[in-house]
């Protein structure tokens, strides 16, 4: 157990639909990063909050969005869905700041099925 | 821009056989770089890292990696496998001085250990 969870373990919905996943790090770690994993594409980075900030951004559609909050939990918001939306979300933590380039520690992902 | 090759997708072997997966990075300046594992079902865990010293580096399990700067390589080797080590294994690189601190993730290798 990496001490970061996810909910929900599983999402089904139907295209053009909209979902929310939640992630909530590890105690003491500021920094989040959600992940996505497709068959197609493998794991590709997604977005980076850290300490509620906005830190880095990579291949992340305009229909998605994400915030952290002051409790440092994060929210990734899928909108518009599509069936190749379909894919494992992965949330990630570390403590951030001088020990950015450290490791990361992932939760258990959240499977999410469009229709 | 960087990005990480693995070059075997699927990798079947013998228990007792020895392994090697290979993992050549594209960016030319400071890295870190990490093997994380993923379980049947389960979340990306940490095998091993390096950051500076000696590029020899154990792991968990009795993996290793190798470091060699000169070919941007960080081969994972084990000695002898064992059908717990069936999985899937990802090389992951994080690149200094790019403005964005997120793990370049190779496309994962499939190890399937026959007893």
């Given amino acids: ?115 | 821009a960087q990005s990480v090759s693995q070059h075997n997708h699927h990798v079947i072997l013998s228990e007792a056989a020895s392994l090697e997966l290979g993992c050549n990075y594209s960016y030319g300046g400071t890295v870190n770089l990490f093997w994380y594992v993923q379980y049947p079902g389960q979340h990306l865990q940490l095998l091993l890292k390096y950051f500076s010293g000696d590029p020899l580096v154990k792991g968990i399990k009795g993996f290793e990696a190798e470091f060699i700067k000169s070919k941007f390589s960080f081969n994972l080797r084990k000695p002898s496998v064992q059908w717990s080590d069936t999985a899937e294994y990802f090389c992951a690189v994080n690149a200094f001085q790019t403005g964005a601190n997120n793990l370049f993730f190779g496309t994962g290798t499939r190890l399937t250990v026959i007893p």
């Fill in chain 1, 1 to 115: 157990d990496s001490g970061v969870t996810q909910t929900p373990k599983h999402l089904i919905t139907a295209t053009g639909q909209r979902v929310t996943l939640r992630c909530s790090p590890r105690s003491g770690d500021l920094s989040v990063y959600w992940y996505q994993q497709s068959l197609d594409q493998g794991l590709q980075f997604l977005i980076q909050y850290y300490n509620g900030e906005e830190r880095a951004k990579g291949n992340i559609l305009e229909r998605f969005s994400a915030q952290q909050f002051p409790d440092l939990h994060s929210e990734l918001n899928l909108s518009s869905l599509e069936l190749g939306d379909s894919a494992l979300y992965f949330c990630a933590s570390n403590p951030g700041g001088v020990a950015e380039y450290n490791e990361q520690f992932f939760g258990p992902g959240t499977r999410l099925t469009v229709l």
